[in-house]
């Protein structure tokens, strides 16, 4: 993990519209976040997902966070609508399900009414998805939201069960989380957390995190729902499939990263999900990328350079 000091910076890039436009626009980066994004049209992304489902499943994601524009969120709304259509009629649903931020959809709008917009527009999303025989997860952004995305899956949940929950093991209210998610047919993702939170909320160190992601892992296999094990991490994984030998449960990966552990535990008989991202709005995914591993960053840099 990068030291802290560079993580809160590259992190907070990650949130700055200036720079975020910036990058966006300059197609000089392009090959370099190819690696962590599959394109930017349905074509594409669709390509790249067909080729996984081979050993893998997937789950899409339309990039577009932090949206502050009405007529943005509702046009995010018709991006899914198109995808899922189009997984539908390739075949790909469901080992293809779709991962959607609120962010994106209208929880960050201004105003009172933003999270019953975000609401009403992902139920519109679990509409489509449920028209094409497949799944919703709700990723989870940084803990201002938390407790907002948790009542809106709640919400989403009474008519489709089958929306999946992200919970985040840096956090030092989830083990509680996880207790409240662990109940029959729930899924639920557990990761460390992409967001740097305060030391009030959060544990700040990494072995406090792994430490916490154990304690929610053991909650969510002794209960009944779908664990969904996201990390690269591989003392972790081999964690998880210990607790989790005689459950169902997921691994899950991000696009770009240990794909040949992807594929030999997928190869070792565990149900491996990649993360796929793809669209325009790449910026605030692909900076979280670089701030999770300084070997992302000297990658970015060299090929840079080398250009
Ligand atoms: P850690 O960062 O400790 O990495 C362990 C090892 O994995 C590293 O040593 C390295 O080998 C490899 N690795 C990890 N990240 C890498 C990278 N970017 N590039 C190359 N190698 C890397 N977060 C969130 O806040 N909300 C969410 O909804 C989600 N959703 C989500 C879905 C899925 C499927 C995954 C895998 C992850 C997320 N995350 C997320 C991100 C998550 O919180 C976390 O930031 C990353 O997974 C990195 O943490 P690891 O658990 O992999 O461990």
């Known amino acids: 993990m990068l030291r802290s000091a560079q993580r809160t910076a590259l992190l907070a890039a990650s949130r700055s519209g200036a720079l975020r436009t910036l990058a966006e626009n300059t197609a000089l980066l392009r090959p370099v976040v190819d690696r962590f994004v599959a394109g930017t049209t349905v074509d594409e992304v669709v390509a790249v997902a067909r080729d996984l489902t081979a050993d893998r499943c997937v789950t899409v994601d339309h990039l577009g966070e932090d949206t502050t524009d009405r007529a943005r969120a509702a046009a ?57 025989g497949t799944t919703v997860t709700v990723d989870m952004e940084d803990h201002t939201t938390t407790d907002s995305t948790l009542g809106i899956v709640r919400d989403l949940r009474v008519d489709h069960p089958w929306v999946g929950a992200v919970v985040q093991a840096g956090l030092r209210r989830t083990e509680g989380d996880c207790r409240d998610l662990a109940g029959p047919g729930s899924r639920v993702r557990l990761c460390k957390g992409a967001y740097d939170e305060p030391a009030s909320v959060a544990f700040r160190h990494r072995h406090e995190v792994d430490l916490s992601y154990v304690r929610c892992l053991r909650i969510l296999m002794d209960g009944d729902g779908l664990p969904m094990v996201a990390t690269h991490d591989p003392v972790l994984i081999d964690i998880a499939r210990h607790l989790g030998r005689d459950r169902p449960h997921e691994i899950q990966m991000l696009h770009g990263v240990r794909p040949r552990e992807q594929q030999a535990l997928a190869a070792a008989g565990e149900t491996v999900r990649v993360y796929l991202p793809y669209g325009t709005e790449w910026y605030g995914y692909f900076v979280r990328r670089l701030a999770e591993r300084p070997a992302n960053l000297a990658f970015f840099a060299r090929s840079l350079l080398t250009r």
């Open 76 to 132: 995010n709304v018709d991006a899914y609508r198109t995808l899922l259509r189009r997984l539908g009629d390739d075949g790909l649903a469901p080992r293809v399900e779709v991962s959607v931020k609120l962010s994106a959809l209208g929880q960050a709008l201004p105003g009172v009414d933003a999270e019953k917009i975000a609401l009403d527009h992902a139920r519109q999303v679990c509409e489509a998805a449920h028209a094409v």
